[in-house]
């Protein structure tokens, strides 16, 4: 198969890292951040509240999680209705136990179909961010501008009719983006987004008329990467994690405050296979010195009211 010239053509190719969102940064240099309690190391965990569609489109791609059969797949459909029926209930009681406060990265039709878990987030004071309409409307490259702004304007203004809070923060379904999405978040009133995952501390980022604040959601330590994709035992998933922790907190004695991220998915890690082992993971953070939890909204304040 002979490959043609024009395979290799891409209009967005440009100098430096093919895009100008954001300067070069390289965090072993970079100015110590100081959380403003003298906290070392906080715990943002984001919980990611979908609804998968029965009948899911397989284009423009597949995001994960997204039904690998054809046609209705009630096996997969119910598969993640559980997170939203049964999970987030455990998820639910073991933040209450350790006093952790997630960012809620939720799907406006999921607020729309259950108002009762939005009430039960609202209750427990936990930040709602827009995270698209649902997980069969996606944002890719080439996507219709006026589309793209339709569906980004819907997920922030359902979201903030129903639950009454600013609603700031943005997580893009299946980490999907086109090369507008972060323009439009801001458009639409967004002040953060967590969709690029190449650092453990926040970074400003361009837009077309403002800017946004990148934030560091790692993938690595998602609970869809280990325990869905890769299958690996909940024993991996616990030391991974273990590991980040211990690194980040010690890299907060010398080169200033970090960020440990965790991504839960209630379909994922709120099966009663998987929920103990949250259980010692949570502990074991909680009871780390110096550490304490923070929701996006709280954490992009105080990165921003410092020099960067």
């Known amino acids: 198969m002979t490959i043609q010239n024009s395979y290799f053509d891409y209009p967005h190719r440009g100098p430096g890292m093919d895009q100008d969102r954001y300067g ?22 984001m919980v990611h509240l979908e609804h998968f569609p029965m ?14 059969r054809p046609g209705i797949s009630v096996w997969d459909y119910t598969q993640r209705d559980y997170g939203n029926r049964v999970g987030i209930f455990r ?9 952790i406060v997630p960012t809620v990265a939720m799907n406006s039709q999921v607020a729309v179909r259950y108002p009762f878990l939005l009430d039960a987030m609202i209750e427990r004071n ?32 359902d979201l903030r009719r129903l639950s ?31 969709d690029w ?20 959601l790692s993938y690595d330590l998602s609970d869809k990467k280990i325990l869905y994709q890769q299958s690996l035992p909940s024993a991996v998933y616990a030391h991974q994690t273990d590991m980040a922790r211990q690194c ?15 991504s839960l998915s209630p379909w994922v890690a709120g099966q009663p296979a998987q929920i103990k082992t949250l259980d010692r993971v949570l502990g074991a953070v909680m ?19 410092q020099s960067q």
């Open 91 to 99: 998820l639910m009681k073991l933040f209450d136990k350790y006093g």
């Open 164 to 194: 009454g809070q600013a609603v700031t923060g943005w997580h893009s379904p299946s980490h999907s983006q086109s090369q507008l999405t972060p323009d439009l978040v801001e458009e639409a009133g967004g002040r953060y987004i967590a």
């Open 126 to 157: 936990w930040e709602i961010a827009a995270s698209g309409v649902d997980m069969s409307h996606l944002h890719y490259g080439g996507m219709p501008e006026d589309k793209e702004r339709e569906q980004v304007e819907k997920s922030f203004a």
């Open 248 to 262: 980040l907190r010690d890299e907060a004695d010398t080169k200033g405050a970090r960020i440990l991220s965790l």
């Open 24 to 45: 070069y940064r390289r965090l072993a240099k970079s100015a110590p951040v100081a959380w403003t309690d003298g906290s070392k190391l906080l715990l943002w965990v």
């Open 197 to 216: 995952i190449n650092d453990d501390m926040p970074y400003a980022f361009k837009t077309r008329s403002g800017s946004l604040t990148q934030m560091p």
């Open 55 to 68: 009948d899911m489109p397989a284009r423009p791609f597949i995001p994960t999680g997204g039904m690998n």
């Open 287 to 305: 009871e780390t010195p110096d550490t304490r939890s923070a929701t996006g909204a709280e954490i992009v304040a105080q990165w921003k009211g």
